[in-house]
């Protein structure tokens, strides 16, 4: 089994993108503020990632097809599975996954495995709110969220009960 990571950057318009692979499986998609690694490996699946993410940003792309992999208890899986339920140019807030996954008592749960969400874009973690519909936080710093937000809604049109 392979151990090591495949890396590549990709600078999108909202900043510098690191992109982590291991075992034919993205596990990391961030935004960086400059290339730390010193040498990176372009592979298929990381160029394929590169591809969808140029798409997404082009608004052309809604939904990602892409191999992924996030390590993480049941409860961070089920929480971050949700998200990927979570179709694009629309919001949630963290009571409405807690709804949806069973637990109403979980909301505080679900914001820190949201905050600990490595595949970012992919994996939306941008399109939780807050219940008041105002921007929390997001570790690619909330200008971007806002943006990502936006760039959704410009993308998709008229949606019923968009938050945002």
């Not at 600078?11 to 992109?19: A, D, F, N, R, Y």
């Not at 990176?40 to 052309?60: H, S, V």
């Not at 992999?69 to 807030?93: A, H, K, M, R």
């Not at 637990?103 to 595949?119: E, F, L, M, Q, Y």
């Amino acid at each position: 089994m392979n151990d090591s990571f495949d890396i590549s950057y990709f600078e999108s318009p909202i900043g510098l993108i690191q992109i982590k692979s291991i075992n034919q499986k993205i596990c990391s998609v961030l935004f960086v503020e400059k290339e730390t690694e010193p040498f990176t490996i372009d592979t298929p699946l990381n160029k394929e990632c590169i591809r969808q993410l140029k798409e997404y940003f082009a608004g052309t792309r809604l939904k990602f097809d892409i191999p992924i992999f996030q390590i993480g208890t049941d409860f961070q899986q089920l929480v971050w599975n949700e998200l990927l339920n979570t179709p694009y140019g629309t919001t949630l807030s963290y009571g409405q996954i807690a709804r949806k996954i069973g637990d109403i008592k979980s909301v505080r749960a679900v914001g820190t495995t949201n905050g600990k969400n490595k595949i970012s874009i992919i994996v939306p973690c941008h399109r939780v709110i807050g219940s008041d519909g105002s921007l929390t936080g997001y570790a690619g710093e909330l200008w971007r969220k806002e943006w990502l937000l936006k760039h959704e809604v410009e993308h998709s049109g008229p949606i019923e009960g968009r938050l945002f």
